[in-house]
């Protein structure tokens, strides 16, 4: 049995206990929040006893292993480095970081605590974004990905109220890219590694942030290009493009149905079924990686949660957003 703390009393947190309850070695033990009352009130709804306002004690508690981080992004990397510090093990909410120094010094406390790393990107574990993995090599050479994630935020109705909420303040290290634009890019990475150029643009709110944009990726024999947005929504697919074919999945958070239409006319549903929850994957990973002794996913590993941030980096200083947390790294 793992014994998990929580970081964060949000919707995401209610969705990730949902589903990580259907694990079998995994333990809600404790609950972090800033207010006492909110702690409590959400431990109770887990049935949960041990409650936190301080992080420097839950990190010390003797009563979990291992901590949930799904505070904003600008926190990341502390809260995770003072649980690792404490031989605590992290599965931290995407983006891992707000910049590629912070997840440097993360990936280093890791490594010297020996301690499990690993960022909750949670489409590259799902049995569909397997199956688009495994069945690459049916379209031939790959020359193009492209992928879509625009959805049309309600927060945003409340910055056009003149009510700034979190999702577009730069002190948190949010925006489109970060937010959602990197539900398309993780799987690019995964699916083809490092790429050679980078080409960003975005529109920028009033704060700063990105309100939606576009990122290319350049690889020596093909380009991924994706599209994001949290002022509008699109409601097209995304795909791979091989010179034999096509796999073309509905949408990437997540997955459900994903077809090859080979250039011959020939279509083939390569659909998985899904039994468990999204989130239910990313936990599945983790407990397994806990219990064997290793400290890294060959999944969400921490060689691609990097490239990812560095992508991420170069990205946002070509549209022009800057973090807080950017100028603190010097």
Not at 268 to 294: H, V, W
């Amino acid at each position: 049995m793992i014994r998990f703390g929580i970081i964060g009393t949000n919707w995401i947190t209610d969705r990730f206990l949902q589903a990580a309850s259907g694990h079998p070695d995994f333990q809600l033990s404790a609950v972090y929040s800033r207010t006492k009352e909110r702690a409590m009130d959400f431990a109770a709804k887990y049935g949960v006893s041990l409650t936190f306002t301080s992080l420097e004690e839950m990190a010390m508690s003797s009563d979990i292993d291992a901590v949930y981080i799904a505070s904003p992004n600008s926190y990341h990397a502390e809260q995770a480095i003072l649980f690792m510090n404490h031989k605590k093990h992290v599965l931290c909410e995407k983006p891992i970081a707000s910049n590629a120094s912070e997840l440097r010094k993360m990936i280093q406390a890791a490594k010297e605590n020996n301690v499990l790393l690993m960022e909750a990107l949670k489409t590259t574990f799902l049995p569909n974004f397997q199956s688009i993995r495994d069945n690459l090599s049916k379209i031939g050479p790959v020359r193009r990905y492209f992928s879509s994630y625009c959805q049309y935020s309600s927060r945003y109705d409340a910055y056009k109220e003149g009510n700034v909420l979190n999702a577009f303040k730069p002190e948190f290290s949010n925006g489109s890219l970060m937010d959602i634009g990197v539900y398309c890019l993780y799987p690019a990475v995964v699916l083809f590694g490092k790429p050679n150029e980078i080409k960003a643009s975005g529109l920028l709110l009033e704060t700063g942030v990105d309100a939606e944009g576009s990122l290319i990726l350049k690889y020596e024999d093909k380009e991924a290009v994706m599209i994001f947005s949290k002022i509008t929504n699109s409601f097209i697919p995304s795909e791979v493009q091989g010179e034999e074919g096509s796999i073309v999945f509905d949408k990437l958070n997540p997955p459900e149905d994903v077809k090859i239409y080979y250039r011959n006319g020939e279509i083939e549903d390569i659909s998985c079924a899904q039994t468990e929850p999204p989130m239910y994957y990313e936990t599945k990973e983790f407990i397994e990686l806990i219990k064997t002794g290793k400290r890294e996913s060959s999944i969400n590993s921490l060689e691609y949660s990097l490239m990812v941030m560095e992508i991420l980096d170069e990205a946002r200083r070509q549209m022009g957003v800057v973090y807080p947390s950017d100028e603190m790294q010097g």
